[in-house]
């Protein structure tokens, strides 16, 4: 590891991620699936560790977290992969369960020229983690909790992950959530409660319109900040982000960085990842999503939800060229680390 990123390993600490663990096979570009039996040549196909709290799991752990993998898995080839990927990152997979007779969690993307991405999925092991896989204790410890997609766990949801929130809560912890499906006003009513408790809440723009019923952004943030969550951070594909806290002004409108684009899958999780890491520092939540829109900027740059991000420093250099302010505000922070987890703009 280089120095850097034991520094900043130092300063982000631990970090949990609890929910989606999946691997995604991704082919690029694919223009069309080729009828009946007939082939197709593509420049690339790759297997990488995603979903919403996995593929968050790896980048935090890029920009120098010591993540913690709370999920369960299948007890197939795709979990000896997906284990052997985390912990090649120096993940700490020991959150992780295996379900027999279950497959993990697992997606084919095939890409198209232009980047977009339809999906096929096999929700599989995700879903079946509950109570007492949670080792509650190990939680007390952690600087964060990310709920990955509360959407995709089952009976969790309604017993257990309330206790995981609390006691991530007793220690201290920022709590973040972001879902991985569309969602409708009914799953919105699921996962209030969650919401209420945490610091912040994480979707893309279409996930908190589907959620709230709201088509206007605006009504649809002020809705989920009534339930009691701390902050919004709603991302917006090519058009960045929109941070807005229960205890600041307006949201705050940040843009995207603009790249060459070959894949958004998992633009998302380095948002989080670079969200999550500014916030522990006590960046402002302006800043930090400086830093998540640089990550997820980055992630689009190459093929599959772990492309682009090498270290901290890589991503405020790439920052620093294109927003200097935020980045010099950033290193500050990360110099001489605050107060963590707050949602003042
Ligand atoms: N085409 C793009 N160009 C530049 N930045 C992008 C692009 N797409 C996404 N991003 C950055 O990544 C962030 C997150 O992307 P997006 O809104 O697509 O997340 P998402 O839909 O949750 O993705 P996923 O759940 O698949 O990870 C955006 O706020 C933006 O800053
Ligand atoms: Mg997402």
Do not use: Y
């Amino acid at each position: 590891m280089s120095p850097g990123g034991r520094e900043s390993q130092q300063r982000a600490g631990r970090v949990a991620v609890l929910g989606a663990h999946i691997i995604d096979v991704l082919g690029w570009p694919v223009e069309s699936i080729p009828p009946g039996q007939g082939s197709a040549r593509l420049n690339e196909i790759r297997a990488t560790v995603a979903g919403t709290a996995a593929g968050t799991g790896v980048d935090l752990a890029k920009l120098g977290a010591d993540v913690l993998a709370i999920g369960a898995i299948g007890d197939d080839l795709l979990a000896d992969l997906l284990i052997d990927e985390m912990r090649r990152h120096g993940i700490d997979t020991g959150g992780l369960v295996r379900k027999h007779g279950v497959q993990t969690s697992a997606t084919i993307l095939p890409i198209r020229p232009n980047g977009e991405r339809p999906a096929l999925h096999v929700p599989g092991a995700t879903a079946l983690l509950d109570r007492g896989d949670l080792d509650l204790a190990g939680l007390s410890g952690v600087r964060a909790l990310l709920i990955g997609a509360p959407d995709a766990l089952g009976g969790l949801v309604e017993d257990g992950l309330a206790e995981a929130v609390s006691a991530a809560k007793a220690g201290g912890a920022l709590v973040a959530v972001d879902v991985l499906r569309q969602g409708t006003p009914r799953d919105f009513g699921r996962i209030a409660g969650l919401l209420g408790s945490a610091d912040w809440f994480a979707p893309n723009s279409d996930q908190l319109a589907a959620l709230t019923g709201e088509d206007d952004i605006f009504a649809a943030i002020d809705k989920v900040l009534a339930l009691g969550t701390g902050g919004v951070a709603v991302t917006l594909g090519a058009r960045g982000a929109l941070v807005a806290s229960r205890d600041g002004g307006a949201p705050i409108a940040v843009p995207a960085i603009a790249v060459d684009v070959v894949d958004t899958t998992g633009c998302g999780d380095g948002f989080n990842a670079g969200l999550l890491t500014a916030l522990l520092t006590g960046a402002s939540p302006a800043d930090a999503a400086w830093l998540g829109v640089a990550c997820g900027a980055l992630v689009a740059t190459g093929l599959g939800s772990d492309a682009g991000i090498t270290d901290l420093e890589q991503v405020l250099g790439f920052l620093g060229a294109k927003a200097p302010g935020p980045a010099e505000r950033l290193r500050a922070a990360l110099a001489s680390p605050g107060v963590p987890a707050g949602t003042s703009l």
